[in-house]
């Protein structure tokens, strides 16, 4: 995760940022909005001093360690802004800690290859969107461990079906209140990003089966591969009861 990605970099991996948080404020006066994987809280000074009392925004971050108030108080100092976003620290592969329809806005810039549960914390992002919120998420598709032997974790989702390895945006298609923008492959797709409109219910069709921490394997590697299937109630047969 990098740590102290401002606003004008996140619009190239979250598609014009500033003018879906301005059309919340028209219409509704003020804006909540949540980043997820705030790192220093850059990106939340610049929405902060762009938008002021109209908005109201929280980030968070695994640990203290990935950023913090005190950083970011003298950041908001040495700029100027008196409206301080909040930080708060949260694991996001669990339930996030705030109640359903808390926000307005939910973006995440480059932190979900760090998630187990990816589609989990989708989710999470629906549960915590207020009527027509939108959640905007860059895949982490180019987060690319290339070092790894024969490139055998170079990327962070894998989505089975019928013995077959789905291509993500493809499967995230297909789910209603989701659409893939923008590249699907090769050069640009780091511009690509996940955008979720508040349903009432979500499903994505798919069970983790299992996550690969690769920074486990070697300390130099990073990123975690979150593999999932379609079959949501398979047992495999060694594991299943017998009469």
Same mark, same amino acid.
């Given at each position: 995760?990098?740590?102290?990605?401002?606003?004008?970099?996140?619009?190239?991996?979250?598609?014009?940022?500033?003018?879906?948080?301005?059309?919340?404020?028209?219409?509704?006066?003020?804006?909540?909005?949540?980043?997820?994987?705030?790192?220093?809280?850059?990106?939340?000074?610049?929405?902060?001093?762009?938008?002021?009392?109209? +908005?109201?925004?929280?980030?968070?971050? $695994?640990?203290? =360690? &990935? *950023?913090? %108030?005190?950083?970011?108080?003298?950041?908001?100092? !040495?700029?100027?802004?008196?409206?301080?976003?909040?930080?708060?620290?949260?694991?996001?592969?669990?339930?996030?800690?705030?109640?359903?329809?808390?926000?307005?806005?939910?973006?995440?810039?480059?932190?979900?290859?760090?998630?187990?549960?990816?589609?989990?914390?989708?989710?999470?992002?629906?549960?915590?969107?207020?009527?027509?919120?939108?959640?905007?998420?860059?895949?982490?598709?180019?987060?690319?461990?290339?070092?790894?032997?024969?490139?055998?974790?170079?990327?962070?989702?894998?989505?089975?079906?019928?013995?077959? +390895?789905?291509?993500?945006?493809?499967? $995230?298609?297909? =789910? &209603? *209140?989701? %659409?893939?923008?923008?590249?699907?492959?090769?050069? !640009?797709?780091?511009?690509?990003?996940?955008?979720?409109?508040?349903?009432?219910?979500?499903?994505?069709?798919?069970?983790?089966?299992?996550?690969?921490?690769?920074?486990?394997?070697?300390?130099?590697?990073?990123?975690?591969?979150?593999?999932?299937?379609?079959?949501?109630?398979?047992?495999?047969?060694?594991?299943?009861?017998?009469?």
């Amino acid at each position: 995760m990098v740590r102290n990605r401002g606003l004008d970099k996140g619009q190239l991996y979250l598609g014009d940022l500033r003018r879906l948080v301005s059309g919340v404020i028209e219409r509704r006066g003020r804006a909540r909005v949540l980043e997820a994987g705030c790192g220093h809280g850059v990106a939340m000074l610049d929405l902060a001093e762009e938008f002021g009392s109209a +908005l109201e925004i929280t980030g968070f971050n $695994l640990t203290a =360690v &990935d *950023g913090d %108030e005190e950083r970011l108080r003298a950041l908001a100092s !040495g700029r100027g802004v008196d409206h301080l976003p909040r930080i708060v620290y949260c694991d996001a592969s669990k339930p996030l800690p705030f109640d359903d329809g808390s926000f307005d806005v939910v973006y995440s810039m480059a932190s979900l290859y760090l998630y187990d549960d990816k589609l989990a914390f989708l989710a999470e992002c629906n549960r915590i969107l207020a009527e027509d919120g939108v959640a905007r998420v860059n895949p982490s598709l180019h987060f690319l461990n290339t070092e790894l032997p024969e490139h055998r974790y170079n990327h962070s989702w894998e989505i089975w079906q019928d013995g077959e +390895l789905l291509p993500l945006p493809d499967y $995230l298609d297909g =789910v &209603d *209140g989701v %659409e893939f923008h923008g590249p699907r492959h090769g050069e !640009g797709v780091d511009r690509s990003y996940i955008e979720l409109r508040k349903r009432d219910s979500l499903d994505f069709g798919a069970r983790l089966i299992s996550s690969i921490d690769t920074n486990f394997l070697w300390h130099d590697w990073g990123g975690v591969l979150s593999i999932y299937s379609t079959q949501q109630s398979f047992v495999p047969r060694y594991k299943r009861a017998t009469g």
